[in-house]
């Protein structure tokens, strides 16, 4: 025996959980292993380099014998897998050559008379701003965390809301940073790009440095991390708009995590602060979040949580989801929820679902507007047949669900 290799339980990523860790290995009852076992990784994407290889000999013929089997292996795997690749290459030429013609989704006779039929999605946006707005002049932010970067925030683009969602005029005479950008580091004599009056500029949907803030951080910093905007005297400021520092997957760690605001001295945020969405490094779609603001109030922190029948909320009580065939956390808690449709139920060309709802430990839905939702490809309405289709992501969302509607899914 000169090496033995296990992989471990990979069924999904979930249930990984099921594979073996600590092993104890007998040839003939001879103890020849004993140790834990790599965990698998829920996927087949380079899963031997996950696999545990146990090697009972140093011998360099044997070890050159053992590396040119698995080159072997691997010249097959990839060549069974230029095979496939290389028919589904030639199916889809094919088909755009004119041998045979993506199938349609439907008989489409209907399909303009349907969009009049249907009941109304939920609004593009549906805003959650105070009537009563709040009124003053000089706006606080202060940054308390980031999104693990030790030595750097940033952000990508701001703007102070009134009640109807209009952006205030804002100069850049009218901004403060404390500290006030990277150049601070070489004395101010530094030319980076990435200063406050960036935060001003059209450009927030990026992943271009140079029309982003960057600022120092300092762990405990007496002055702490601010940017001062001054308005005019009873501007109504109903919401924020920010989004996050967005360079780079990596770089995201530089956005601002936790923001506590405050207007001429009035707090109106928790004393923790706000929590932004990290960015998510790219650009493929507008990752702004509204943050509503209005006067704290303390006593509200101290209400136990509850759900809209005014029961005592799941996670106030210390409950777990009932037995289920997959492992899933307690009440996960995000800001950005992303679903990968990996394969369909056998359909070559189209893949769909009839409804989605995200509920929250109250019983509330999550999803109040599609405004945040990002769909890639978006729709069948993609393809070159000029025919308008009434399965759009909206329908995802309808308040009724039909399990026989081939109009409401996407």
């Known amino acids: 025996l000169a090496r033995l290799r296990v992989w471990n339980y990979n069924g999904s990523r979930a249930h990984t959980q099921r594979g073996a860790r600590g092993a104890e290995i007998r040839l003939d009852d001879q103890l020849i292993f004993g140790g834990d076992l790599n965990r698998a990784v ?24 053992l590396q040119l089997r698995d080159e072997q292996e691997r010249r097959l795997a990839e060549a069974q897998q230029e095979e496939v690749a290389s028919e589904l290459l030639d199916s889809i030429n094919g088909s755009w050559r004119g041998e045979w013609q993506r199938p349609t989704t439907a008989e489409g006779d209907d399909l303009e008379a349907t969009l ?6 939920l609004s593009r ?47 850049a005479d009218q901004l403060l940073a404390r500290p006030s950008d990277v150049n601070e580091l070489t004395g101010g004599q530094g030319d980076d ?43 109504r400021v109903a919401a924020l708009r920010v989004w996050n520092y967005n360079k780079s997957e990596e770089d995201a760690e530089r956005g601002v995590r936790c923001m506590r605001v405050e207007l001429d001295g009035l707090l ?40 809209a029948e005014g029961e005592p909320s799941a996670r106030a009580l210390g409950l777990v989801p009932f037995p289920q065939d997959y492992f899933a956390p307690v009440l996960p808690s995000a800001q950005v929820w992303r679903l990968r449709l990996l394969s369909s139920w056998g359909d070559a060309h189209y893949i769909g679902m009839d409804a989605l709802q995200l509920f929250g430990e109250d019983g509330a839905s999550l999803i109040e507007s599609v ?8 729709e069948v309405n993609l393809l070159p047949d000029g025919r308008p289709d009434p399965r759009t992501v909206e329908k995802l969302f309808l308040p009724h669900a039909s399990a026989h509607s081939t109009e409401r899914g996407v």
């Open 268 to 307: 109106i945020s928790p004393p923790t602060g706000l929590v932004l969405r990290k960015a998510p490094g790219q650009a493929l779609f507008d990752y702004s979040q509204t943050l509503a603001l209005r006067p704290y109030n303390a006593n509200a922190d101290e209400e136990a949580p509850t759900s």
């Open 193 to 235: 790009p990435r200063t406050v009056d960036k935060l001003l500029d059209p450009e927030n949907v990026t992943t271009d440095s140079g029309h982003m803030w960057l600022a120092p951080w300092e762990e405990g910093r007496e002055q702490g991390h601010t940017l001062t905007i001054t308005l005019p005297p009873a501007s």
């Open 371 to 378: 405004a945040g939702v990002h769909v890639v490809p978006a």
């Open 125 to 171: 946006r549906a805003s959650k701003l105070p009537h009563k707005p709040l009124e003053g002049s000089v706006l606080k932010l202060t940054m308390l965390s980031t999104w693990g970067d030790r030595y750097y925030f940033g952000l990508a683009g701001l703007q102070v809301l009134d009640e109807r969602e209009t952006p205030h005029v804002i100069r």
């Open 116 to 121: 009049n039929e249907l009941p109304p999605p």
């Open 42 to 65: 829920g996927g087949t994407i380079d899963d031997d380099l996950h696999a545990t290889t146990i090697l009972f000999s140093d011998n360099p013929q044997v070890l050159s014998k």
